[in-house]
């Protein structure tokens, strides 16, 4: 299977390739429009800030030809956040794949002593509708998240999750599919999830 | 919910791990890979690695070893130990380590803190705090707990926060190496005063000592090493015990193959 992997500032690739690795890929990592839309299926991850790598992929026109894309398209982390609509990071207008906004975890007064921004570990999915995780169970379905930003609920979300309260740990439209949380760090269950999407 | 987190730490010589027993007396105990890949699937929920090695060819072993666990690993782990530039976290990063942790160097020069937030995310920057009572005050101590500072343990880790550190691993030298429990009061303290999540450690020797630190939120993570090495403690069961304790722990299922 040919898997391309999105190339950009606020990549840290190598984990990923690695758990693509122990599912028996060797994946591509590229910025070339021909290179991602020849692709069988393509993974935007990251990890950084929204306005830094918005900034970075709309000069190099990577913006346009994500959108574009016709095959499954995995967002990881901030690669989720950029798919939304807006993020409050910066007031960062993003790609606008999902209609959604993306927000800062507010902990109420009562949370403070306990919920600390960013969440930092491993959290449960709930809510999961999607083959995406197919095979896990919600008593199984814990995953790893590092962030400070969320997005919220919306039509296209297809499993959640509670820190300060509910939100969208994951999402979809059409052929866009993106977590919040670090399948490439979350153990098997993150193992499995990649695994299915690469079954899609 | 967010779960607290069991972090196994091992301390790395030459590519080998070895504990210390107060910080003296090293013994070997084992291949930091197999280690690691163990303690993954038992359920550990981070790893940190501590590299206690000096010399330049064993930072360069360090970064070939790094990428060994984070090819063989599926969970978070951090990388400590000497780690004083911006170009070191860099390197390790790529190798695969998730965060990075810095001690004596953050002392030395509390700069860098911003500076390696600045380049790579808060999320990355781990500030290990090695505190020791002295006449009643909690007194910050470097090169792995021989010298004192200073600062004041709790006033430093405000400074930290502050500073763009992502973390804290308290480490309490008064209960290291005692198997007694967590310094509940220290850590307890610290994680209320602060915003940013505190990894307790220091002085774990059986189940009950984790369920004590992470009541009333005292600590967002506890990490060990010897009872873990030396399964005095076993981390599946350490996990079931505090499930039926109440506290919010994540449960590896057994049937799910990926």
């Known amino acids: 299977m040919n898997i391309a992997i999105v190339k950009y500032n606020a990549g840290n690739t190598q ?39 918005m ?7 990577l913006d346009t030809i994500i959108k574009n894309l016709q095959q499954p398209v995995l967002g990881i982390c901030i690669g989720l956040q950029l798919l939304c609509r807006y993020s409050e990071e910066n007031n960062t207008e993003c790609m606008g794949i999902f209609d959604v906004t993306v927000r800062r975890f507010q902990p109420s007064e009562e949370q403070k002593a306990t919920l600390k921004v960013p969440q930092i570990g491993w959290n449960n999915l709930f809510d999961m509708h999607s083959p995406l995780f197919a095979g896990i169970s919600e008593q199984d379905a814990y995953v790893y998240f ?16 509670n820190y300060c309260l509910d939100f969208s740990a994951a999402l979809q439209r ?11 760090k979350s153990g098997t269950v993150g193992a499995k999830i990649l695994d299915n999407f690469l079954q899609l | 919910m967010l779960t607290k987190r069991i972090i196994p730490c091992l301390d790395i010589k030459n590519g080998k791990t070895v504990k210390g027993i107060n910080f003296i007396n090293l013994i070997d105990a084992g291949d930091p890979v197999e280690q ?6 038992a359920g550990a929920d981070e790893l940190v690695f501590l590299d206690i090695t000096a010399t330049v060819e064993g930072r360069k072993t360090l970064i070939e070893l790094v990428k060994k666990i984070a090819r063989e690993i599926n969970i978070p782990f951090t990388v400590g130990g000497g780690i004083s530039h911006v170009a070191d976290v860099d390197a390790l990063l790529k190798a695969g380590a998730d965060k990075i942790s810095i001690n004596s160097s953050a002392v030395r020069n509390p700069e860098i803190i911003g500076q390696m937030a600045l380049e790579f995310g808060s999320q990355c920057v781990v500030v290990a705090i090695d505190s020791r009572n002295l006449n009643g005050q909690d007194i910050v101590h470097t090169h792995g707990g021989r010298v004192p500072t200073t600062l004041q343990t709790l006033a430093w880790a405000k400074e930290v926060q502050e500073r763009g550190a992502g973390e804290i691993l308290l480490t309490s030298m008064d209960h290291d190496g005692t198997k007694s429990g967590f310094a509940k009061q220290l850590t307890g303290t610290m994680s209320h005063m602060l915003e940013i999540p505190v990894i307790a450690s220091g002085g774990a020797g059986t189940k009950e000592h984790f369920a004590e630190i992470f009541e009333n939120d005292d600590a967002s993570a506890a990490l060990a090493a010897s009872i873990f090495h030396f399964r005095e403690v076993d981390i599946t069961e350490l996990k079931q015990y505090l499930v039926q304790r109440g506290c919010p722990i994540r449960t590896i299922s057994k049937n799910l193959i990926a």
């Open chain 2, 36 to 41: 690691a890949a163990y303690y993954a699937q």
């Open chain 1, 55 to 61: 900034n970075y992929l709309r000069a190099c026109g």
């Open chain 1, 15 to 53: 984990s990923v390739i690695y758990a693509l690795n122990r599912l028996g890929i060797e994946p591509i990592v590229s910025d070339k429009a021909e290179v991602l839309q020849r692709a069988d299926k393509v993974i935007f991850p990251g990890v950084g800030e929204a306005s830094t790598a």
């Open chain 1, 174 to 184: 059409d052929n866009f599919y993106a977590v919040q949380f670090h399948t490439e």
């Open chain 1, 146 to 161: 590092v962030h400070s930003y969320y997005a919220e609920l919306s039509p296209y979300t297809i499993a959640k999750s």
